[in-house]
């Protein structure tokens, strides 16, 4: 099946800095991917939808500014924390559309655990 | 808009016990359904799916049948086993994913 990675697989920060996560499809081209965000112990929520070569949907309460989205090319998507806070600490999991899949169905990355000192 | 509700749990049961997580949906139309499972400090893995109304999806002793009638998807295995603690994750796909709130599965020995 479809493969998707993401790194790093977790990271460290001090408050205030930047960090970068990305996710790649390794097997197919996605033209769709999704970044989601993973409370403890709690579900998934949608946080943005990246489409290669514009800009990425963001769902409502989302901040663009300070959840940056970039889907450069269609095996790569990145999503940058930008000044980071404790209060963004959070398990960050992407998932890509297999174009030549079933249209409904995204495969998930690993996941990052972000970690804000 | 488009939502899951999920049998929060915990659920603890005993070895070779019957397992049963209730899910239902409201879409409009015919959205695909999917169960996700989480193992402790990963990732989801695609478990099960159906596609359209009275698909069975089926996947390592696990099944669920995707009912229009009740908008139900239940998640059912016949008998758990410790392996199979885990967190479980119902799912209505169209162009984006929703996801249930989870259900905790502890199986013991």
């Known amino acids: 099946g479809a493969v998707v990675s993401q790194h790093p697989s977790w990271v460290i920060c001090k408050s205030g800095t930047s960090v970068k996560i990305e996710c790649r499809s390794l097997d197919f081209q996605a033209t769709t991917m999704f970044w989601y965000r993973q409370f403890p112990k709690q579900s998934l929520m949608l946080m943005a939808t990246?489409?290669?070569?514009?800009?990425?949907?963001?769902e409502q309460g989302v901040e663009k500014d300070k959840f940056l989205i970039n889907h450069a090319s269609l095996t790569l998507s990145t999503l940058t924390v930008t000044s980071a806070h404790p209060e963004d600490s959070s398990f960050y999991i992407c998932?890509?559309?297999?174009?030549?899949?079933?249209?409904?169905?995204?495969?998930f990355g690993p996941g990052t655990r972000l970690t804000v000192l | 808009g488009d939502s899951v509700t999920q049998m929060e749990g915990p659920v603890t049961l005993s070895e070779e016990a019957f397992l049963t997580i209730n899910c239902t949906y409201t879409?409009?139309?015919?959205?695909?359904l999917f169960w996700y499972v989480q193992y402790p400090g990963e990732g989801l893995q695609l478990l099960l799916k159906?596609?359209?109304?009275?698909d069975k999806g089926s996947n390592k002793g696990f099944e669920a049948t995707y009912r229009k009638e009740t908008t139900s998807f239940h998640l059912e295995k016949g008998s758990v086993q410790v392996s199979d603690s885990a967190v479980y994750f119902c799912a209505l796909g169209r162009h984006d994913m929703r996801f249930g709130a989870g259900t905790r599965l502890t199986v013991k020995p």
């Open positions: 879409a409009t139309g015919y959205p695909s």
């Open positions: 159906a596609t359209k109304a009275d």
């Open positions: 990246s489409n290669e070569g514009s800009k990425a949907t963001y």
């Open positions: 998932s890509a559309r297999d174009p030549q899949g079933s249209y409904n169905e995204q495969f």
